[in-house]
């Protein structure tokens, strides 16, 4: 069946704009959470998603970043004023249910100018 | 605060040759230990660990878990250039969140 899909694949964007990245999870995955990957680092834990709440945000760095589930399915995750330390790939992972293994989408690379 | 640390960083072989990648954790509390391939930028799941000494096997790879010393290893026998990519390393703390905590990778290269 489909996996994980994350769109934009690439999204270039400079200093101060607004960004959304969106993840849409295998179907019938309660369970969905954002990554972040820096160059030559593991990704990093953003945000958990247990249906359509935030169970747990406390990786996201600061409060420029937020993400909604509003239907318990597709999340996006939003960045405003965006920084050139932004510059990541972002990875949305799901699972059947928060004890499962998580199967990760393709990302999107973020670079800020 | 949770640590997982993979080693070698990097490692570049021949085909053919077997290689054993590690990694070690420090975890408050310890669910499970996964290892994913990484090629361009999903990373792919490879094997979910939860107990020690039980040596989870897909093809030319293996993994197994050591809970008392804190680590695991990764077996590729017979490697292939298909084989070259980052490996990583996660564990599952617990807790309510179930997030994955990731070492920082080996990345394989094999060299035909």
């Known amino acids: 069946g489909a996996g994980v899909s994350q769109t934009p694949s690439n999204k270039v964007t400079e200093k101060g704009k607004y960004v959304e990245l969106r993840c849409d999870p295998i179907s019938g995955h309660t369970a969905l959470y954002w990554y972040r990957q820096s160059l030559g680092q593991g990704p990093e834990f953003l945000i958990y998603?247990?249906?359509?709440?935030?169970?747990?945000d406390s990786g996201l760095p600061n409060d420029r970043f937020f993400a909604v589930r509003p239907e318990g399915s597709v999340s996006t995750l939003k960045i405003q004023r965006t920084e050139r330390g932004d510059s990541a790939v972002y990875l949305c992972?799901?699972?059947?249910?928060?004890?499962?293994?998580?199967?990760f989408g393709p990302g999107t690379r973020l670079l800020v100018l | 605060e949770d640590k997982v640390v993979q080693s070698p960083l990097s490692l570049v072989v021949h085909e053919g040759d077997t290689v054993t990648l590690n990694c070690s954790y420090e975890?408050?509390?310890?669910?499970?230990l996964l290892w994913y391939k990484q090629e361009k930028k999903a990373p792919t799941f490879l094997f979910m660990l939860?107990?020690?000494?039980i040596e989870k096997k897909s093809g030319r790879l293996s993994s197994i878990l050591d809970k008392k010393e804190l680590f695991s290893i990764l077996n590729i026998t017979a490697t292939q250039t298909g084989d070259s990519a980052v490996y990583l390393c996660a564990v599952d703390s617990g807790g309510s969140n179930y997030k994955l905590t990731f070492g920082k990778g080996t990345l394989l290269t094999v060299n035909p």
């Open positions: 998603f247990q249906g359509t709440g935030a169970a747990d």
């Open positions: 939860t107990s020690s000494g």
């Open positions: 975890v408050t509390n310890f669910r499970s």
């Open positions: 992972a799901s699972s059947v249910s928060n004890q499962e293994t998580q199967y």
